[in-house]
């Protein structure tokens, strides 16, 4: 009897809604999950990334309100752009700069602050702490400290050397800029760095020590190959950031002296917002666009080859 | 349907339904009109004013509603308004800066206006001078109203000048010995007892349009009348940029690229700027005076910086909008604003009406600087495509600024630059 309900209980319900199974009630409940995210990845980021597409094969003259279909004018445009070949070398040179001297900061300060000593955990916060501080308000101190009669050159002048003008050198502005951009976010490359370090088995040390490996060897042979996952993601990071650094070059340098400085992203910005070519800036943006794909896309093709444990 | 599927036609529904929300054209307001007028000021002096002349208009317009100030950077200036315009987000009226006015004008983004001024009863359109309505003409139309037509000139310190045994510039435009050389002179010799000589004031060696006050003494132009010909390789630029470099490099008595020095502060003898910035001499601890500027090889000359004020010609409440810049300029109000904007009409430049809202400056000062400055002065340089042109120039002057500069070859190197970008217009 009771069987015979339990059946006619189950038929009933086939009957009642044959569509919202199990699995589709479930389905349901996770879009409904991701359905706000989903929303706002579509409106913020699919959508403007379409509209900058459709923007580039435009000439936008927004004073005029005029938005004509130029086709491919502004690719043409982009391949006779006498700037750009400058523009591309100065955001060459400033990512690689960046990186270099970021990943190799980052990881030196690491190996130092994982020794057991006192004081490692001051020396963890004081360089960490740039990376909370606002970019802009970071950028506006060194500006006043690197001026010609700044900080900078004043502590220069108390052991005798005359320094530069450093903002505005031909490669005196570059290399400030780096260093600045550097000093602002090595903390975070750091903090990664050290915690990879710790997980790195003592053990393994240990027995090669025993072995008779040195210092240097231990560290090439072992600690690099171990954290070789954590330099991937950390130079992924520090090229894609490097890439879209702008409020640093707006207020140091703006872009100059000459066009010594002025970054792919600066240029981007001058095109659209400051002589009004927003069909062109758009077809700028899809280069870098371009580029940093391309740059992601063979850093991790390149992992096989020399990242190791990767989980 | 693949998952994938799923997901993009999920995408393309919530897109749908946001923009079917945000979208579109909001139905026109019923009721009254709200203005928005976009200005660079943030002087709570100026917003009074501007607010007080709002209030008055709004008794006897009861189809106007809010009408606001929305004060942007100066810095960022055109950069925002152009940008609010492309978003979608003009403002209605605008302050336009001189160096933009060629292209807010020639591009059609400005509503006419000689017919609303013209027939508004008591405006004296006539009044005008054509000297400060020319930049913002097109075929006989005007476009702005060139609200402010502000003459630069030199404050001087004169504490620090006698300090340094000079003679004040005042006691040499007296013995007529107020020419440029003697200018330098001063300002080397301030700079040698450990102060800033002379400041060309927002020139920072970037905004190169501010020494138009410095080449004019030599009949230099940043290129010619109809903006075809590049100025920076004439004769007349060479050796004015060749003093230039020389006073900075060799006399020091300008100071150099990347040094912050504020006159106001007292830390310069001498600051060539426009007459509204007076009002930052408010509570000066030292004795200070305004004179013309310097005559050059070419004898003297006057430069001056103009700001206009027009209605976007896409904003809804456009009527409105010209109806209100019609009382927000009429004379009565023109004379108000006076106290911190040079008017463009003739009758209201004079020594008294001048006097009244200008306390802080002397009679000689307003005649020798604002009244003879407007009537023989050149407008600072401006051309189609002025931000492109600006950038150019600024980064091919950059090597300009080095002491062992080339004057020549630096020259020619802008001329290269922007001869193809204004050659064709």
Redesign the interface.
């Known amino acids: 009897m009771t069987l015979t309900r339990t059946r006619e209980t189950a038929a009933h319900r086939a009957v009642v809604s044959p569509y919202w199974t199990h699995r589709r009630r479930d389905n349901l409940v996770g879009?409904l999950f991701i359905?706000p995210q989903?929303?706002g990845?579509?409106?913020f980021v699919?959508?403007p990334l379409g509209l900058v597409l459709w923007y580039s094969l435009h000439e936008?003259?927004?004073?005029?309100?005029t938005f004509e279909f130029t086709g491919g004018d502004n690719y043409a445009k982009l391949l006779n752009d006498s700037n750009l070949g400058e523009v591309l070398g100065g955001t060459a040179m400033f990512s690689i700069g960046l990186v270099v001297f970021n990943l190799s900061l980052a990881l030196l300060l690491a190996v130092l602050l994982n020794q057991r000593l006192r004081g490692t955990t001051f020396f963890r916060t004081l360089f960490f702490s740039p990376v909370v501080v606002s970019l802009v308000a970071w950028t506006i101190v060194w500006r006043?400290l690197l001026?010609?009669?700044?900080g900078i050159n004043g502590l220069l002048g108390t052991i005798g050397v005359e320094g530069p003008?450093?903002?505005?050198g031909d490669a005196t502005a570059m290399v400030s800029v780096i260093v600045v951009q550097v000093l602002k976010n090595v903390g975070l490359n750091m903090v990664l760095f050290l915690a990879a370090l710790q997980g790195v088995p003592r053990q393994l040390h240990e027995a090669a020590q025993l072995d008779g490996a040195g210092a240097w060897r231990r560290f090439t042979r072992i600690t690099v190959p171990l954290i070789s996952p954590t330099i991937l993601l950390t130079s992924i990071i520090t090229v894609v950031g490097s890439l879209q650094v702008f409020a640093q070059i707006a207020v140091l340098t703006?872009?100059?002296?000459?066009?010594s400085t002025t970054v792919l992203v600066y240029y981007l910005y001058?095109q659209a917002?400051?002589?009004?070519h927003?069909g062109y800036g758009a077809t700028l943006s899809i280069l870098l666009f371009a580029i940093v794909a391309a740059l992601t896309l063979l850093q991790w093709r390149m992992r096989r080859k020399w990242v190791l444990y990767e989980s | 349907m693949k998952p994938i599927g799923k997901l993009a036609a999920l995408a393309m529904a919530a897109l749908l339904t946001a923009t079917a929300c945000g979208g579109g054209q909001t139905p026109a307001q019923q009721g009254p009109k709200p203005l928005r007028m976009t200005i660079w000021t943030s002087n709570e002096a100026h917003l009074k004013l501007f607010n007080e002349i709002a209030a008055e208009y709004k008794k006897t317009h009861p189809d106007v509603g809010a009408i606001t100030f929305d004060s942007i950077p100066f810095e960022n200036y055109t950069t925002t308004l152009t940008t609010q315009i492309a978003g979608g987000n003009a403002p209605d009226l605008a302050w336009v800066l001189e160096n933009s006015a060629p292209d807010f004008v020639s591009s059609g983004a400005l509503a006419p206006l000689k017919q609303t001024l013209a027939k508004t009863f008591g405006y004296e359109f006539t009044d005008l001078a054509p000297a400060a309505t020319k930049l913002w003409e097109r075929d006989g139309e005007l476009f702005a109203y060139p609200f402010s037509t502000s003459p630069f000139g030199i404050f001087v310190n004169d504490d620090l000048v006698k300090e340094a045994g000079q003679k004040t510039p005042r006691e040499l435009i007296k013995a007529g010995q107020w020419n440029w050389d003697n200018a330098v002179a001063i300002g080397a010799a301030v700079a040698k007892k450990g102060k800033a000589g002379l400041v060309v004031r927002d020139f920072d060696y970037k905004n190169w349009d501010n020494l138009a006050s410095v080449w004019g003494g030599w009949g230099a132009r940043a290129w010619s009348e109809d903006g075809k010909t590049c100025g920076f390789n004439s004769p007349e630029m060479v050796q004015a940029m060749t003093f230039l470099h020389k006073s900075i490099f060799v006399d020091k008595a300008l100071p150099g690229p990347g040094t912050i020095v504020d006159f106001f502060a007292g830390d310069a003898a001498m600051t060539i700027t426009q007459i509204s910035r007076a009002s930052l001499l408010e509570g000066a601890t030292f004795g200070w005076d305004l004179v013309p500027l310097p005559s050059g090889p070419k004898g003297e000359y006057a430069v001056i910086g103009q700001a206009g004020l027009g209605v976007l010609k896409n904003s809804a409440n456009a009527t409105q909008a010209m109806d209100f810049l019609a009382f927000f300029t009429n004379p009565a109000n023109s004379a108000k604003l006076a106290a911190y904007f040079p008017p463009p009409r003739t009758s209201q430049l004079t020594t008294e009406t001048l006097a009244k809202s200008n306390p802080k400056l002397k009679p000689e000062q307003l005649e020798e600087v604002v009244i003879n400055g407007i009537a023989k002065a050149t407008v600072k340089p401006s051309h189609i495509g002025q931000a492109e042109l600006s950038q150019t120039i600024r980064a091919a002057l950059d090597p300009l600024w080095k002491a062992d500069a080339d004057v020549n070859a630096v020259l020619d190197g802008v001329c290269a630059k922007i001869q193809p970008m204004i050659g064709t217009s």
């Open positions: 879009y359905g989903l929303i990845s579509a409106l699919l959508l936008w003259n927004v004073l005029a309100g006043f001026q010609a009669d700044g003008n450093w903002l505005r703006q872009g100059g002296p000459g066009v001058q917002f400051q002589f009004h927003f």
